[in-house]
């Protein structure tokens, strides 16, 4: 399987920047590249960092209509993969600004209040009324008020998964490849949420379980041998996660739950996937910020080697944590690619580290490929290729 890994810096708050940067570094990929999967990590175009709803309220998305799914279905058909991409998803019938409008409106007419008149009213007014009105449009605007509470209810941190399809009808019968016409989309929804922030946008997946989804063909790629002939193509039943989805439910399920491994070991799932925004656990006060990673005057030696050392206690880490399927004991290879992100955000480090390993019959667990703390970059990875090193669990 040759597996895609995006790890890179999104710009803060602005998707726009953060497209750019990663059209920038797929652009590097050579032209003859042949992906099954393209992972980008956890909320990956509007970084991770924010402190409410309303923060956040611009660039929440419905599934499948946003602007990162049209990104990931044009990745698809382009690269003719999957592509999978971390998003902050809105589950109502309107947007988040339209539903927090609604509940605003619901709760100012609740008590008999007008927020339009309110800023219209002069001194003839009701001065108390006026008074009350003009605290209630203070209070929204400092977004204290329940109605982001309620559309918080709403809120997803999410994945989608873009997969193309071709029509049956399509190619004719003759030799010509088939090009992807069609995208089907699947939504993952982060089930554990990481307590000290995602709570303050977003609530837990209702489903309380975690996405896998079935074996199902891929178009075919021409053989660089014979390129008129067809190579059929298969992508494998997966399982799909977010970041602390790996980890017990609010680290308050006992540490021996592995509640995603064993999802994995029920549904049989020979590739698993995690895509994070994997924070650093060194204090912020002890890393040293580097505003330009390519600057290698600003890398010490003691800061390289602790961020190789802190890159091989994550994979550790990830892999600890999938103990039940190293356990299981299957005689076919599991596969699990974690995509990461890079960078800083305020006073948060995320350690990078993206990588690809897998777990073999026996509970041998080797690695195949694996990026750096700070690495930005497209690392494809060919699982047919001999592993490069072992891992050892966490």
Not at 82 to 89: E, I, L, Q, R, T
Not at 165 to 193: M, Q
Not at 324 to 346: F, K, M, S
Not at 369 to 376: P, Q
């Amino acid at each position: 399987m040759r597996i895609g890994l995006l790890q890179f810096s999104p710009v803060f708050d602005c998707p726009e920047k953060s497209i750019a940067r990663a059209e920038e570094l797929l652009a590097e990929l050579p032209d003859d590249a042949e992906l099954d999967l393209l992972l980008l990590p956890e909320m990956a175009f509007t970084g991770y960092c924010f402190d409410s709803t309303f923060a956040i309220s611009q660039h929440l998305e419905q599934p499948t209509k946003g602007p990162t799914s049209a990104w990931a279905a044009k990745w698809a058909q382009k690269l003719n993969c999957v592509v999978s991409v971390g998003f902050p998803a809105h589950m109502g019938a309107g947007t988040a600004s339209e539903e927090a409008k609604r509940l605003r409106d619901e709760r100012i007419r609740t008590n008999n209040l007008d927020l339009e008149c309110a800023g219209n009213m002069n001194d003839e007014d009701d001065e108390d009324e006026a008074v009350a009105a003009k605290a209630w449009a203070a209070e929204a605007k400092s977004m204290n008020v329940g109605y982001w509470s309620d559309v918080a209810s709403l809120c997803r941190n999410a994945v989608t998964i873009a997969t193309p399809v071709v029509e049956d009808d399509s190619p004719p019968s003759g030799s010509a490849l088939a090009t992807p016409t069609k995208v089907r989309f699947e939504t993952a929804f982060k089930t554990h949420l990481y307590p000290p922030q995602d709570p303050k946008w977003c609530s837990p997946s209702h489903r309380k379980t975690f996405l896998t989804t079935p074996t199902s063909p891929l178009p075919p790629l021409s053989s660089k041998t014979a390129p008129d002939i067809p190579h059929q193509r298969k992508f494998p039943k997966t399982t799909w996660g977010i970041c602390m989805d790996i980890n017990p439910h609010e680290f308050t399920a006992p540490p021996t739950a592995y509640e995603f491994a064993r999802e994995a070991v029920l549904q049989s799932s020979t590739l698993v996937v995690l895509q994070c925004a994997w924070l650093d656990s060194l204090p912020f006060q002890e890393r040293t910020p580097r505003e330009d990673p390519s600057l290698e005057e600003q890398i010490t030696k003691e800061q390289l080697v602790r961020e190789a050392a802190a890159t091989n206690a994550a994979i550790g880490y990830w892999a600890g944590r999938l103990r039940p399927i190293v356990e299981a004991g299957r005689e076919e290879e599991v596969v699990v690619a974690v995509c990461n992100r890079t960078g800083e955000e305020g006073e948060s480090g995320f350690v990078g580290s993206s990588c690809v390993f897998g777990i073999r019959g026996g509970g041998e667990m080797v690695v195949y490929e694996a990026m750096g703390f700070r690495e930005e970059g497209v690392r494809v990875v060919d699982t047919r290729a001999d592993p490069v090193g072992r891992v050892e669990m966490g």
